[in-house]
């Protein structure tokens, strides 16, 4: 019953590495997300994309890319890791597209979360 | 901008206590509001949800109402059980404002004891 996949719960990543989380849902939703979670910050997005090829910069954006090259599948790109990157990565899909006012009414479905540590 | 502000935790609660979790909220145009939980090591879950002023969203024995007047969205349940401890996030998004993704509060860290 799973719907959206990540591919790592863990993952230990040295300081400079390029660092791919891979996202993948099975739901043919159009619109899919990453944000990332940390204590007393709650969730912040970094990048969302309503489309194939899409993308859209969310609150924090600096230090990453994305990539959506097919439509169920969303990756996130650390260009160069650094400690201040450690945190739990969420990726998310939800319905209906972009600009038919009804951007985000169902929800969304969240995959079970990668948590990243830099060292 | 739009925003979310929900109650800090942590709640600390006995089994078949009442709980309530405030969540109120900033938007221009008509939002629509959601609850979601987190359990420990999993992802988030959709909760409940209300698309318009009035409307209530009910699961799992978890209810919150949409009141426009206050611009508020809490969450309640009568008699709470140790599986319901887990982080609870409020979340708006605004149909309105194509383009913009959910918005969600910090969460509120939701302990229940035996």
């Known amino acids: 019953d799973v719907k959206v996949t990540q591919s790592s719960r863990y993952l230990v990543k040295r300081t400079g590495e390029k660092v791919f989380l891979e996202c993948v849902q099975d739901m043919d939703h159009e619109n899919m997300f990453w944000y990332r979670q940390d204590p007393g910050l709650g969730l912040r997005l970094i990048y969302f994309?309503?489309?194939?090829?899409?993308?859209e910069k969310g609150d924090i954006p600096e230090g990453y890319s994305v990539s959506r090259e097919k439509k169920e599948r969303f990756s996130l790109i650390l260009e160069s890791a650094s400690t201040n990157q450690t945190s739990m990565y969420l990726c998310?899909?939800?319905?209906?597209?972009f600009g038919t006012g009804g951007f985000g009414r169902d929800g969304y479905t969240f995959g079970s979360g990668t948590r990243l540590t830099v060292v | 901008g739009n925003s979310v502000t929900q109650m800090e935790g942590p709640v600390t609660l006995s089994e078949e206590a009442f709980l309530t979790i405030n969540c109120t909220y900033t938007?221009?145009?008509?939002?629509?509001l959601f609850w979601y939980v987190q359990y420990p090591g999993e992802g988030l879950q959709l909760l409940l949800k209300?698309?318009?002023?009035?409307d209530k969203g009910s699961n799992k024995g978890f209810e919150a109402t949409y009141r426009k007047e206050t611009t508020s969205f809490h969450l309640e349940k009568g008699s709470v059980q140790v599986s319901d401890s887990a982080v609870y996030f409020c979340?708006?998004?605004?149909?309105?404002?194509?383009?913009?993704?959910?918005?969600f509060g910090k969460g509120t860290t939701l302990s229940v004891s035996s």
């Open positions: 994309s309503y489309d194939v090829k899409m993308k």
């Open positions: 998310a899909s939800s319905t209906l597209g």
């Open positions: 979340a708006l998004s605004d149909l309105n404002q194509a383009g913009t993704a959910l918005i």
């Open positions: 938007a221009t145009g008509y939002p629509s």
């Open positions: 209300a698309t318009k002023a009035d």
